[in-house]
């Protein structure tokens, strides 16, 4: 992820499903890639096509240490998804 911010690619790109790099580290539970990516800007409530968030996928493998930072960082604990749920 390094070598490749480093070369220019952008931390808010989204794939076909819309989600962002911040997305798939926060759902392996990697805090160091988590960290990183926001330190380059990586947008911590930018959704996915389900209308989810980093946080929702940060709860979901039940990383406590992700949750927190993203809610230090301004995560917005109160967006609902297209099922209307909260990430929390």
């Known amino acids: 992820v390094k070598y490749l911010v480093e070369h220019g690619a952008d931390v808010n790109k989204t794939n076909n499903n819309g989600k962002t790099p911040l997305i798939y580290a926060c759902s392996t539970g990697n805090e160091v890639?988590?960290?990183?990516?926001?330190?380059?800007?990586?947008d911590v409530d930018?959704?996915?096509?389900?209308?989810?968030?980093?946080?929702?996928?940060?709860?979901k493998s039940g990383n406590i240490a992700i949750v927190k930072k993203l809610v230090e960082l301004g995560a917005n604990t109160n967006k609902e998804n297209q099922d209307g749920r909260t990430p929390l």
């Open 33 to 42: 890639i988590v960290k990183y990516l926001v330190e380059y800007g990586a």
């Open 46 to 59: 930018k959704e996915s096509q389900d209308g989810e968030t980093p946080l929702f996928n940060a709860c």
